[in-house]
């Protein structure tokens, strides 16, 4: 399957895509990860992004769709993929389209993940990543790793992302009406989107998650 995950920051689109990818044996493809990564390498991509990120702001285009395009040509995504936080604007959408058609192949869902704002902000405050990998998340409340700091997965150390301040937050939040939102109304059109509540217990939201899905294939 090809899926891409939409929804506001903290939504849950990590949380769910770990489990959704799993159990659909399909490659997480993260543009986040993938920054942080970079970042964490000292690469001159991640220098180059990491401006962008610190302040909540959409990194340009010319880097961010050869990143992505680039991570879809590798061999474990040739059967299909879950991609989290890209397309992120109108602009991505229409190149991923052209990547999917040049390559003969098309998306099977646009999963949207609908969470109140209130919830939004409570899912970041709370929010620790793993320095290892940022694919590995917890919260304090609601998801607490089983020692305090340590990532469950690997042991890493759990910190908070540094665009999780409350100010980058709020530009984090607009920036998504603004520039991510009309990207549903784009797949809309093609009659891709599949509209879930992403509120309950992690593993409720992925049942959720997987019904939509397979209703919407039948
Ligand atoms: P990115 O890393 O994609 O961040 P985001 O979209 O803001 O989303 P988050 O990762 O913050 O939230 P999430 O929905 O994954 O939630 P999570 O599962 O962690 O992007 C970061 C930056 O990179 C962007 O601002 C931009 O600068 C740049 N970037 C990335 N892609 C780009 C692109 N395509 N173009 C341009 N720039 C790009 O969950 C959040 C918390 O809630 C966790 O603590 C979790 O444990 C908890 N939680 C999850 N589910 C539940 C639940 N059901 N109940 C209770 N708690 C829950
Ligand atoms: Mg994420």
């Not at 098309?106 to 993940?113: C, P, T, Y």
């Not at 759990?158 to 109304?185: G, K």
Request: charged share 30%; with cysteine; aromatic share 6%.
């Amino acid at each position: 399957m090809r899926i891409v995950l939409v929804g506001p920051p903290g939504a849950g689109k990590g949380t769910q895509a770990a489990y959704l990818a799993k159990n659909l044996s399909i490659p997480h493809i993260s543009t986040g990860d993938l920054f942080r990564a970079n970042i964490s390498q000292g690469t001159d991509l991640g220098k180059q992004a990491k401006a962008y990120m610190d302040a909540g702001d959409l990194v340009p285009d010319e880097v961010t769709i050869g990143m992505a395009e680039d991570r879809l040509d590798q061999a474990d995504a040739v059967e299909g993929f879950l991609l989290d936080g890209f397309p992120r604007n109108v602009n991505q959408a229409r190149a991923l389209d052209g990547y999917l058609e040049r390559n003969a192949i098309r998306l099977d869902g646009v999963l949207d993940l609908e969470v109140p704002e209130s919830e939004v902000v409570r899912r970041i405050a709370g929010r620790r990543t793993c320095r290892n990998n940022s694919a590995h998340t917890f919260h304090v409340e609601s998801r607490k790793p089983k020692t305090d700091g340590v990532c469950d997965e690997c042991g890493g150390e759990l910190y908070q992302r540094s665009d999780d301040s409350e100010q980058t937050v709020r530009n984090r939040i607009e920036v998504y009406h603004r520039e991510t939102e009309p990207i549903i109304e784009f797949y809309k059109q093609q009659g891709l989107v599949v509209t879930i509540s992403a509120l309950g217990p992690v593993h409720e939201v992925t049942q959720r998650a997987m019904d939509a899905l397979r209703r919407d294939q039948a």
